[in-house]
């Protein structure tokens, strides 16, 4: 059975820095598409970077460009995202999803499993 596993998430100062990571089980990465999302209440479901299924290559939104960092590792089947200079607004429940087609990019309801997600919390 897939699942997916996020961890690293917490409570950090204004400017900090947190890493998370997504371990998963079940499937190897390869022809697959992983994407990192966050929903805080009230907002939308917003996607932060991806691994593309397709190209290999990866993606960012503008909001985390130069600030976000993804990074995997095929081998152990796991992803990180490496967030710093952390604002408020990123407050949120940061989630890691599957796409088993390889082309969910940045559209949240294209990716077929998820983590429980983890909360981070960033404090002025």
């Known amino acids: 059975e897939v699942q997916l596993v996020e961890s690293g998430g917490g409570l950090v100062q204004a400017g900090g820095s947190l890493r998370l990571s997504c371990a998963a089980s079940g499937f190897t990465f390869d022809n697959y598409a992983i994407g990192w999302f966050r929903q805080a209440p009230g907002k939308e479901r917003e996607g932060l970077s991806c691994i593309s299924g397709t190209d290999g290559r990866i993606y960012y939104a503008d909001s985390v460009k130069g600030r976000f960092t993804m990074s995997s590792d095929n081998a152990k089947n796991t992803v990180h995202l490496q967030m710093n200079s952390l604002e408020p607004e990123d407050t949120a429940v940061y989630y890691c999803?599957?796409?088993?087609?390889?082309?969910?990019?940045?559209?949240?309801?294209?990716?077929?499993?998820w983590g429980q997600g983890t909360q981070v919390t960033v404090s002025s």
């Open positions: 999803a599957l796409d088993v087609h390889g082309l969910g990019y940045f559209y949240w309801y294209e990716y077929d499993y």
